[in-house]
């Protein structure tokens, strides 16, 4: 067995910049990891009784299992409904799905008090009646999925064409299954908060929470894929062939109109939260005008210009509104389990993360960006192997 | 808005109400919405 490496990754310098920096990050973060490991959450983190849940589950978690939406909406447009054109976009998205649920895996085991019993819900107390337990399980069972689901792009590096041949064949299955999981955690996500009708910010809380959470994936997950095909056009372009070079514009204009559809009705439902819990006098109040900014600013906006640029044809239109979306997701994620939570606690006993907490979610996203970076520049996610075409 | 609301029944009565004023604007917004994001394209493209 000899693994494959592309010309143009032999080229690759190991002591670029980026690497350097992440270099530096990683021994930042392995320090902060010893400090958790040994000192505990209080050693590391501004957790308490009052706000157990910090940034690492409004950041990492949260926001990381929105952002991480791409893999299973790319892979059902293109292998369930059959939007063909979209293909080169499957495997990239794949892979940032796979990475970003491993990533949102990994930042839990900093959380959990002790990580090795991250396995216990499954093995030793089944919480079955608990919301986060359906959480738990779609997540360890979505990532198995999306491991499998990028096994074949492993399995040509490897050259172990058997394996390869019935990873293939379990495309579709693995795809309607990574639908089903989605659907069910991506909106759990959202119902962990129906337990706290008083503590969440009224403009934020909604019966529709778990709807609200499903729906803004979508858009993230094609944002996303947007966003992050963007990026890998700025550093990985001598890594792409002709067929990626050739639909990406088709890929950014057809994720576009679709991130502005699924805006625009999630704009629409957002307002009849705010109406079904008659709460139009708040919108006139400090929470309420912070509301208006992620309503108007980071989903209204983004509907237009999604809109305008597809229309046009204008591609960095487009591209910058992904990223406008994207970063209304992280506010909006940010907003239910950080910013209007807890929200009428007095100022000294609200949470605002330890520089250590940041420094850990910093470093997860490091290792994260480099393990990206080792995948595309050996295996097939950018190009086509050469020993199997039309595979890709 | 601002009026006062005694009754479950006067509460449901005036958010379903918007709610389904709402909805029935957002469907005739969304139907224009729909004709401008699609005006411009060939049929080929769709």
Redesign the interface.
Known sequence: MKAYLPETAKKRSLFSPFNIFAGIVIIMGLVLTFLRFTKGLGGVSNLDHTNPWGLWIGFDLLTGVALAAGGYVTAAAVEIFRFDKYHSAVRPAILTGFLGYALVVFALTYDVGQPWRLPYPFFVSQGVTSVMFEVGACVALYLTVLFLEFSPAALEWLGLEKAHRWAVRMTMVLTILGVMLSTLHQSSLGAMYLLVPSKLHPLWYSPYLPVFFFVSSIAAGLSMVIFESTMAHRKFHDMMDENHLKHANEVTLGFGRAAALVLAGYFAIKVFGVALGNHWDLLFTGYGIWFLVEMLGFVLLPVFLFAVGVRDRNIKLIKFTAVITVLGIVLNRLNISLICFNYHLPADERYFPHWMEIGISVFVVTVGLLVYKFIVTRMPILFEHPQYPQEH | ??ET?HTLQE?MF??KG??YI??IL?LLG?TA??K??F??DKKEDL
């Open positions: 808005m601002t609301i509460f005036r958010t918007i709610i709402l909805a957002y969304f919405f729909w401008f994001l005006s411009r």
